[in-house]
């Protein structure tokens, strides 16, 4: 039987390969650029996600319902969804690898750049849970590397009042981002 493009969805719930084939030959083209859309820092995930996505097709054909949207949409919603899953992954797997492991190559930097202002963001949300007098004292302790003494000169607050608003502060901020217990020579 020649799979065409009025057949081509009954043989699928058919589970017909051929009829997989032709999804390949003429619709692999919109996967591909979803992927390449949502995956375009790390496309090392590219032909992983193809797969997963073409299985999910096959797997799901039975949903598919031509009244809701066409097969083109529907695949690309396939694919976006993959593809953020695969997202998730990614990010998932850098979260637990010890950042010292963790080496970003020179040509990378769209990726770095990337991680970079994601980590500028959650360090500015973590300050702002602060009060300004207490982020002040917070930027120039742990970002401009100033002793007690310059700080406390700077600001006309005594030290023991500074190391206990630094250590309120880094409980407020363990509470928000739901950290327990505190970090060793870190910082916070």
């Not at 009060?131 to 406390?152: A, G, H, Q, T």
Request: charged letters at 35%.
């Amino acid at each position: 039987m020649k799979i065409t493009e009025e057949n081509f969805i009954e043989q699928l719930i058919k589970r017909n390969e051929k009829a997989l084939e032709y999804v390949v030959d003429n619709y692999a083209w919109i996967i591909k650029t979803v992927i390449k859309k949502h995956l375009y820092c790390i496309p090392n995930f590219y032909e992983e996600c193809m797969n997963d996505c073409l299985l999910a097709i096959w797997d799901n054909i039975i949903y598919y319902d031509s009244k809701r949207n066409s097969f083109k949409n529907w695949i690309g919603g396939i694919a976006k969804y993959k593809s953020i899953d695969y997202v998730r992954k990614y990010l998932k797997d850098i979260e637990s690898q010890n950042i010292e492991d963790v080496v970003i190559h020179a040509e990378d930097n769209s990726l770095k750049e990337i991680l970079e202002n994601e980590i500028r963001e959650e360090t500015k949300k973590m300050l702002y849970t602060l009060s300004v007098e207490d982020r002040v004292i917070f930027k120039k302790f742990y970002f401009e590397d100033k002793d007690m003494n310059e700080i406390s000169n700077e600001t006309g607050l005594s030290k023991s009042i500074l190391y206990n608003r630094l250590s309120r502060g880094k409980k407020k901020i363990r509470n928000e981002a739901h950290i327990e217990g505190g970090c060793k020579n870190e910082g916070f």
